[in-house]
């Protein structure tokens, strides 16, 4: 075992290793660009679809309606308790 130990000292070294270290810091940095574009576009993305909610609910929609109490289809019992908050 030692003379494969001696045998791999002796070795020369591949060129790929000395800038093993620069690719890999490249890579690292080109990754973190591409982190932050990818959440400044979701952040684009989320403003756009917000704004244009917000034009198609003003633009599109019609005016509120208020809509009519159902007490001429049921009478209102004077026993309900609903009926002592009754204002009418």
């Known amino acids: 075992m030692d003379e494969e130990f ?4 002796a070795a020369a070294l591949p060129s790929a290793l000395d800038a093993l270290d620069d690719r890999v810091l490249f890579a690292l940095s080109v990754r973190k660009a591409e982190t932050a574009a ?7 993305a989320a403003l756009c ?3 244009g909610g917000m034009v198609a609910g ?3 929609m019609p005016g509120a309606v208020s809509a009519s109490p159902l007490t001429p289809l049921i009478p209102a019992s004077p026993l309900a308790p609903s009926a002592l908050l009754d204002v009418r």
């Open 6 to 9: 001696r045998k791999l000292n």
């Open 38 to 44: 990818t959440r400044r576009m979701m952040a684009v």
């Open 49 to 51: 679809s917000l704004g």
């Open 58 to 60: 003003g633009l599109f």
